[in-house]
């Protein structure tokens, strides 16, 4: 078992949708989580970070956190065609974000 | 501010041929880290370096991959003999590492370089 899942996608969805991205873990001792953003032939940067369990909103982002099901959600509102992209969840154990791991990536279109 | 530069972008080679890579970090930046991202995959640490020393570097394939980062700056990636499992982006990162606060910490990546190996 990984101990980062995530779903591969591809997930396509029209412009002005509600997008759900999930990823489930394993390791107990996690706790910063992040999602990063690649574009195509880019590398990833960072778009959120959340501390332990709880939610966090920045803008159409919500990122939350569920430490009791080891399940993290990314929800983008109101989904732009400038959000096609692989989003990537990490994960980490330490103070900062050293020594991440990270999720397979989920590859997003949204169509307009 | 310039972010993380790598070059080259692209590579080619045959299986056994050997293959480098540099980065040249965000000026200041303490913390270095490559990757290994093979397609369909998240990223993969393979060394991490602090200044220029080495703070981990566990799931570096120490029989072929090489790394250096001479006068805490740029870096080099090496791999000898490449094998066709290589095939692979390789992105550098780097972290200014100082500070309390979780964005001190923030890792850039850079566009990394995407090898292919034939």
């Known amino acids: 078992q990984k101990e980062v899942e995530q779903d591969p996608g591809p997930l396509s969805v029209p412009e002005g949708a509600i997008v759900s991205l999930n990823c489930t873990y394993s390791n107990s001792a996690f706790q910063y989580f992040m999602w990063y953003r690649q574009y195509s032939r880019k590398g990833p940067e960072l778009l959120m970070y959340t501390y332990s369990s709880g939610n966090k909103e920045d803008g159409r982002f919500t990122a939350q956190v569920d430490k009791s099901s080891k399940y993290i959600s990314l929800f983008i509102r109101d989904s732009q065609p400038s959000d096609s992209a692989t989003y990537l969840c990490?994960?980490?154990?330490?103070?900062?974000?050293?020594?991440?791991?990270f999720g397979t990536g989920t590859r997003l279109t949204i169509i307009p | 501010e310039a972010g993380v530069a790598q070059s080259p972008r692209y590579k080619i080679i045959e299986k056994r041929q050997s293959v480098a890579f540099w980065c040249n970090p965000i000026?200041?930046?303490?913390?270095l880290y490559w990757y290994q991202q093979i397609l369909g995959q998240g990223p993969k640490l393979l060394i991490q370096?602090?200044?220029?020393?080495?703070?981990?570097d566990s799931q570096l394939p120490k029989d072929r991959f090489s790394a250096e980062r001479l006068k805490g700056v740029d870096s080099t990636l090496k791999i000898q003999p490449a094998k066709l499992e290589d095939s692979a982006v390789y992105l550098c990162?780097?972290?200014?590492?100082?500070?309390?606060?979780?964005?001190?910490?923030?890792?850039?990546f850079g566009p990394g370089t995407r090898l292919t190996v034939t």
């Open positions: 990490a994960m980490s154990a330490d103070f900062g974000n050293e020594k991440l791991t």
């Open positions: 990162a780097s972290s200014l590492a100082v500070g309390g606060t979780f964005y001190s910490y923030e890792q850039y």
């Open positions: 370096f602090q200044n220029n020393g080495v703070v981990d």
């Open positions: 000026s200041g930046h303490a913390t």
